[in-house]
């Protein structure tokens, strides 16, 4: 989940380079370094800690001009966060200068082979074992960095992302990407390659998808890209939707509060030209037929972290509008158990990024087993969406905050589209119903801006609780997996115990951790939809307050019922029970970052967390 750019063409390298990593920060930040080819020789320069570190560094010991150049923000996974783990890595005769996203699987054995022909490794990095393989080929093949790079690939196993300058090349940059996230952009008398597009999205927005094991050869007037066996392919072409001053903050201070406050807009693109004016559902690259969405007879949701949470809420919709059993799995686990898919088995893979390695891996094991795939992303062009059988993209924007805010509220849009589609093409919702349903989706941008516009008691709260040691979320219904999306959350960014329970379970077993002045956050279902469950949370509201709780109640206006109960209560718009987890969900959002900023945490960058999980 590291961030990597790469770039060659006519300007400052190291300053193009140095930009692209503070955008891509969020994707690692254990350390961070560059290489410049200068000459006939490397320069580079690595830091552990931010990239505010390697800034430093560079201030202190100016780089001279460049026009090629690397650069690599790291989340640590082989050896610990030190300057001298640190990437880039360097071959033994300094020749050569390697990044690298992921995991080498048979490092161990590479790393023996190499210290039988002299070759010692300094880092504790699985990394530094490619680019002393990287030197080797290179003086076998004549300097040929391509084919030096395709020979290297082929000895390794894992999922990777390889970018390499060597130090007499001063126009040629050479990358590679198997199960780990690659892209191009295509400038006038430059080029791009970097791990995410917000690293040139202030130069180009003209971009090539990189397809799983490939090698690119980079040169400000050129791109080649070829297999790992040399055959010449077609990189994909697309054009970038969004530009760099999305990816700012805007003039708030933290990115989650800019994208928390951009959840009405992302809302209403994720819902933006779905339904034709004849009063169809139209979903953007729909390549599954309608005669194979007939056959299916279950679903299968996989999915990590929020996205996960997006995959339960999505369920009690996609059940209920389709009648289709749908299963939904932590993707990590999946492909552990032996699951019974099959041809008339449809897998929604939900992913922000479109890298998430253990979704990838369940995706594919899915569709070995011939089940058909439709990947839910708002990344154009990640591995996820190509390898799946269709693809509805959220339109959220970049979402630069690690904790994700409106990914997961696009998600559910996109997923309770997908059921509606589902609905359509199956013949279980007449079209009026359907119209009916998107009409509630399309009203909800602008229930979340009135959630928004009445937070600041949610940020008053969360400056209250800040010493408190622990926090319970109980909700039933869809307000389950909100209660589960506000703990993960908390536990995210204010780095303290937080558990999301279904409320009924209380008394079988969580009732036990409730103390005197604990904090129980409570999303209280509709009284006009299925009053049974109403009136159940408020007997397991009186029986957490009978305890001693400290109940945080959030109901929907005009809910008069929960008054009585509620040591502090949050009101959000009435809205159907379907579209309940639009709105509660985003004040535990408002608590989570204002919980976080009280204990004086980092908010955009928790500790030991990145963006996007490319590692199993």
């Not at 969020?26 to 961070?32: H, I, K, L, N, V």
């Not at 509060?257 to 951009?262: D, F, G, P, T």
């Not at 390898?387 to 409106?406: F, N, Q």
């Amino acid at each position: 989940m590291c961030g990597i750019v790469g770039y060659v063409g006519e300007k400052q390298a190291l300053e193009v380079v140095v930009d692209g990593l503070r955008r891509m920060e969020y994707r690692g930040y254990d350390s961070a370094g560059i290489a410049v080819v200068v000459g006939d020789h490397l320069d580079i320069r690595k830091k552990a800690g931010k990239l505010a570190n390697l800034e430093s560094l560079l201030g202190a010991d100016p780089l001279e001009a460049a026009t090629l150049g690397i650069g690599h923000t790291r989340w640590a996974t082989h050896g610990g966060p030190t300057d001298i783990n640190a990437h880039p890595h360097v071959s033994a005769d300094g020749s050569v200068a390697l990044i690298h996203n992921g995991i080498i699987e048979n490092f161990a054995r590479l790393r023996d082979e190499l210290a039988q022909r002299g070759i010692e490794l300094t880092s504790q990095t699985d990394t530094e074992v490619a680019a002393h393989l990287l030197a080797e080929h290179l003086g076998q093949c004549e300097g040929d960095l391509a084919e030096a790079m395709r020979r290297t690939c082929r000895q390794l196993d894992g999922a990777f992302t390889l970018v390499a300058v060597v130090a007499d090349h001063q126009d040629v940059v050479v990358a590679a990407r198997r199960n780990s996230p690659l892209v191009i952009g295509l400038g006038e008398g430059e080029n791009f390659v970097a791990s995410d597009v917000a690293a040139f999205v202030s130069y180009t927005r003209q971009a090539l998808e990189l397809g799983q094991d490939q090698v690119v050869e980079m040169t400000r007037d050129r791109v080649v890209i070829t297999d790992f066996f040399g055959e010449v392919v077609e990189g994909k072409p697309f054009t970038i939707t969004w530009d760099a001053a999305a990816a700012e903050k805007g003039g708030y201070d933290l990115f989650m509060q800019k994208e928390i406050a951009e959840q009405p807009r992302a809302v209403a693109d994720a819902l933006r030209g779905r339904f034709g004016v004849d009063g169809q559902l139209v979903l953007d690259e729909m390549r599954l037929t309608d005669s194979q969405l007939r056959e299916i007879d279950k679903i299968v949701v996989v999915a990590c972290g929020t996205a996960f949470h997006a995959g339960l809420v999505a369920k009690y919709a996609i059940e209920h509008w389709t009648r289709i059993p749908v299963d939904v799995e932590l993707a990590s686990e999946f492909r552990y158990r032996d699951p019974i898919v099959d041809a008339r088995t449809l897998t929604i893979a939900i992913s922000q990024s479109g890298e998430t390695m253990d979704t990838l891996m369940a995706l594919r094991y899915a569709r070995e087993q011939g089940a058909q795939a439709l990947a839910i992303c708002n990344t154009v062009g990640s591995t996820i969406p190509r390898e799946s059988d269709a693809v509805l993209y959220t339109y959220a924007g970049p979402e630069i905050a690690v904790a994700s805010t409106k990914a997961f509220l696009t998600q559910i849009i996109a997923a309770y589209l997908v059921g509606l589609y589902l609905a359509q093409v199956r013949g279980n919702m007449y079209g009026d119903e359907i119209a009916a349903v998107m009409k509630e989706l399309n009203d909800a941008p602008q229930a979340v801006d009135l959630v928004l516009d009445t937070s600041e008691g949610v940020e008053q709260l969360a400056a209250e609780l800040a010493e408190a040691r622990s926090v319970l979320f109980i909700g039933r219904h869809v307000g389950y997996p909100v209660a589960l999306e506000g703990a993960l959350k908390l536990k995210e960014l204010a780095y303290m115990h937080a558990e999301g329970f279904a409320a009924g379970e209380l008394k079988h077993g969580p009732i036990a951790l409730i103390e005197p002045g604990l904090p129980v956050i409570c999303i209280v279902p509709s009284p006009r939809g299925r009053a049974v469950l109403h009136d159940k949370i408020l007997s397991n509201i009186q029986e957490v307050r009978a305890r001693g709780a400290r109940t945080i109640v959030i109901a929907e206006e005009g809910d008069e019922s929960v008054t009585e109960f509620a040591d502090h209560l949050i009101r959000v718009p009435a809205v159907p029970t379907l579209m309940q987890p639009l709105v509660t969900t985003v004040p535990l959002q408002v608590f989570a970052c204002a919980m976080a900023t009280a204990k004086g945490h980092d908010v955009d960058q928790p500790r030991n967390l990145a963006k996007s999980v490319t590692v199993e």
